[in-house]
C-alpha cells in the first residue's frame, strides 16, 4: 500500500427519516439562543416548517431570510448579514441545497456564527470547506475551515419534493465528486471506499426516484450516497471535471448540476488511459463491465439532457472554454492539453455520447 495522509473535517452527523426533530436539541447543543433561517424563495414552506419546530421548543427564532441565491452573489450576503446584526442572531440553521448553503457559509465567513445544515439536495456542499461567492459576476472560490458547518441534519423526509430532473442532475454531480476522489492526487484508501460507496448507492437509486419520487428507501440511499460524496468532495482534491464545470458554469452561466452532470463522461473519458484501476472501481460500483459505458446507461436511464447547446451555450464558446481550461494548470491524471481537452467540451457541447 501507498503511503497516504487521512485528514477528516470535523462535523457532528445525524441521518434518517424524521430527524428534523433532532433540531431544537441541536440548536440548545451548540448554544444558541436566536437562530436565523436560511432558504431560497421556492423552499420558504420548508424555512417556515423550521421555524415552526423552533419556536414549539420555546427556541426564539430571530427570523427568516428567504432570498439565497445560485453561486452566492455578495448583494444577497450583504442583505442577509444586515438582518444578522440587526436581529442579534448568534446562530444559522440553512435548509436547502447548495444555494442555500453557500449563504450560510458566506454568512459564517464574516462573523464565525455556529450552523446547522439540513441538506435538500445532493450537491455536497454541507461536507465541504469550499466557498464560492459572487461580485459584479465574477465567481472565486475560497478554501477555510471557517465555513463548515458544525452540524448536519441529513432528513429524508426534505427530499421528496426535489423535483425529479434536478435529483437526477443533482445525483450525477454528488458521483462526480467520487469519480475524481477516487484519483485525487492527495486521495487515500478511506477515501477510496467511501467513494466507490457513495457512487454505488446513488447509481442504485437515482434511475428507482426517477420512476418513483416517494420511494423511500431510494431517497434515503441516494441521501446517504450524497453524504459519503460530500465527504469526499470536502477531504480530496478534484481534477479536470470540476475544473471544467467551474469554467463552462461561470462563463455560460449554464446551470450547476446539470452541466456536471453533461461533462462527466467526456472528462471521465479523457483520464481513462491514465486510471485503469480507478475505472476498473467506478465500473464496479456502476454494476457494468465498463465505466464509461456504465455512465451512458445510467444517464439514459435517467432521462436527462446530454448537450450544453441545449442549455444556451455557443459553439464559439468551445474555443474559449479551452484556453481557460488549460489556463492556470492544476493536477490532473493525465497532462492537460488544450485539443484533447477541445474534443472533450465539443463533444459535451453537441451531446454526443461519450467513447
Ligand atoms: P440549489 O441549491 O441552487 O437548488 C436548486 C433549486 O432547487 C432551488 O430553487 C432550491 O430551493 C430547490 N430545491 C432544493 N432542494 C429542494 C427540495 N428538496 N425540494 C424542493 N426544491 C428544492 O442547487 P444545488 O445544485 O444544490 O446547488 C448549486 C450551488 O451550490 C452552486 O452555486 C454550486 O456552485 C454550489 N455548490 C457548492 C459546493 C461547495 O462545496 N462549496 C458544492 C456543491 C455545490
Not at 433532532?22 to 440548536?27: A, I, K, M, T, Y
Not at 469554467?247 to 472528462?267: D, K, M, S, Y
Not at 481513462?272 to 451512458?296: C, S, T, Y
Request: charged fraction near 20%; proline fraction near 6%.
Amino acid at each position: 500500500m501507498k503511503p497516504f495522509v487521512y485528514n477528516s473535517n470535523p462535523a457532528r452527523i445525524i441521518f434518517g427519516t424524521g430527524t428534523i426533530n433532532h433540531l431544537p436539541d441541536e440548536v440548545k447543543r451548540l448554544g444558541i439562543h436566536r437562530p436565523l433561517v436560511l432558504s431560497t424563495p421556492e423552499q420558504s414552506s420548508h424555512a417556515a416548517q423550521i421555524e415552526s419546530l423552533l419556536k414549539a421548543d420555546g427556541i426564539e427564532v430571530a427570523g427568516q431570510f428567504n432570498k439565497a441565491t445560485m453561486h452566492t452573489p455578495l448583494d444577497v450576503t450583504l442583505e442577509a448579514m444586515k438582518f444578522v446584526t440587526e436581529l442579534n442572531v448568534d446562530g444559522l440553521v440553512a435548509v436547502g441545497g447548495g444555494s442555500t448553503i453557500g449563504l450560510g457559509k458566506a454568512i459564517a465567513l464574516r462573523t464565525d456564527l455556529p450552523q446547522i445544515v439540513l441538506p435538500t439536495t445532493y450537491a455536497g456542499s454541507e461536507m465541504t470547506p469550499i466557498i464560492g461567492q459572487t461580485e459584479n459576476g465574477v465567481k472565486t472560490t475560497q478554501v477555510t475551515a471557517k465555513v463548515l458547518p458544525e452540524v448536519v441534519i441529513y432528513d429524508v423526509d426534505f427530499t421528496y419534493s426535489l423535483p425529479v430532473g434536478l435529483s437526477a442532475t443533482s445525483g450525477i454531480n454528488a458521483i462526480a465528486h467520487s469519480i475524481e476522489g477516487l484519483y485525487a492526487q492527495n486521495g487515500n484508501p478511506v477515501i477510496s471506499l467511501m467513494a466507490e460507496e457513495g457512487i454505488r448507492a446513488l447509481a442504485k437509486a437515482l434511475p428507482i426516484i426517477v420512476e418513483n419520487p416517494i420511494d423511500k428507501e431510494a431517497r434515503s440511499d441516494a441521501l446517504y450516497g450524497a453524504w459519503l460524496c460530500g465527504t469526499v468532495l470536502g477531504l480530496v482534491g478534484m481534477s479536470v471535471h470540476h475544473k471544467l464545470c467551474h469554467v463552462l458554469g461561470g462563463t455560460f452561466n449554464l446551470p450547476h448540476a446539470e452541466t456536471h452532470t453533461i461533462v462527466l463522461p467526456h472528462a471521465l473519458s479523457y483520464n481513462a488511459p491514465n486510471i485503469p484501476d480507478v475505472m476498473k472501481r467506478i465500473a464496479n460500483a456502476l454494476g457494468q463491465e465498463d465505466a464509461i459505458e456504465g455512465l451512458n446507461i445510467l444517464l439514459t436511464k435517467l432521462k436527462v439532457k446530454r448537450a450544453l447547446k441545449d442549455f444556451g451555450m455557443e459553439e464559439t464558446g468551445i474555443d474559449k472554454a479551452a484556453d481557460l481550461a488549460v489556463k492556470n494548470p492544476y493536477w490532473n491524471p493525465r497532462p492537460l492539453d488544450r485539443n484533447g481537452l477541445r474534443e472533450v467540451i465539443r463533444r459535451a457541447w453537441a451531446g454526443e455520447p461519450a467513447m
